[in-house]
């Protein structure tokens, strides 16, 4: 079982001069212990939930990345995940590319549908209904998949017109940078697994919940004619793993039970704390599991 860091909050410590600092030494530190993966929110404003305001500071988010690309040499990088409206296809692919290139192919493209409308009509940008985002997201990574081929033709699609898919310099993952789709929809965004993705990003609400969306997913890849273990299992994990290591490590048992291969793990105090008890706590026994 491996692990990522998922580096969702910026506001610890306070003061804004230390974001950068304290972004690099989690970033680090994360690579120094173990960590698989490093990524990172595509979001304007903060989510707002009981424990966040939409005002409090958040960085973009493919910057970031770029930037923790110079300070590490091992982890994979990407956005848990790319909103769809938020870059134009063509546009993303070059930007996935140009990560790829300069982390020395270490980059994957996660994307989803995006949800959150307070950031995007708080920045103009369009909000279309669900259905048109689904159609708009499976078109993106038609897209993405012909820029990483020997394919320079044009695209004609409902929602993008491309009239010529050049992407020099090409990846230097081959055949290109891996696809992650997050999100558990049943009826689409699972369908949209089994046809494009590399890889899956799941909520880890429960084992239970897990289990039940991976039975839709490999009944999505019998549909489609898709090999379902070709596909990589990951999911966000809810269970701090700092709070109470055993009970992290006894879910995490479950979820290699089901073929999950990576969990994320989201700082709930400082990040540079969290990462090194992370380190010393969970994954030594981690690497144990699966």
């Not at 273990?229 to 992290?248: G, M, N, Q, R």
Request: charged letters at 20%.
């Amino acid at each position: 079982m491996k692990l990522g860091l998922h580096y969702w909050n910026y506001s610890t410590p306070a003061d804004t001069a230390r974001i950068a600092p304290t972004l690099a030494e989690a970033a680090r530190v994360a690579e120094q212990a173990g960590f698989a993966s490093f990524t990172a929110m595509d979001h304007y404003f903060q989510m707002e939930t009981p424990s966040t305001a939409a005002d409090e500071p958040m960085l973009e988010g493919y910057t970031a990345l770029g930037y923790v690309a110079a300070l590490t040499e091992r982890m994979t990088l990407g956005l848990l995940v790319t909103g769809v409206m938020y870059r134009h296809p063509g546009l993303l692919a070059k930007i996935v590319t140009t990560l790829d290139v300069l982390s020395g192919g270490r980059a994957r493209l996660g994307v989803g549908a995006s949800w959150y409308e307070r950031e995007q009509r708080g920045l103009g940008v369009p909000v279309v209904p669900v259905a048109e985002r689904f159609e708009r997201l499976e078109e993106t990574l038609q897209i993405c998949k012909q820029m990483w081929s020997e394919d320079n033709g044009p695209y004609e699609g409902r929602h993008y017109q491309l009239a010529e898919t050049v992407c020099v310099p090409a990846p230097l993952t081959r055949p290109h940078p891996p696809v992650m789709i997050g999100g558990g929809g049943e009826k689409k965004t699972l369908l949209l697994v089994a046809r494009y993705a590399d890889a899956c990003n799941l909520f880890g609400s429960s084992p239970e919940d897990v289990a039940h969306k991976l039975d839709v997913l490999s009944a999505h890849c019998t549909d489609v004619g898709r090999d379902y273990d070709t596909i990589t299992k990951t999911v966000l994990a809810l269970l701090p793993p700092v709070e109470d290591p055993k009970a992290f490590l006894v879910q995490a048992e479950q979820y290699a039970r089901l073929g999950v291969t990576e969990l994320q793990v989201m700082p709930d105090r400082d990040p540079v704390e969290f990462v090194r008890r992370v380190g010393q706590d969970v994954l030594p026994q981690l690497a144990l599991i699966g």
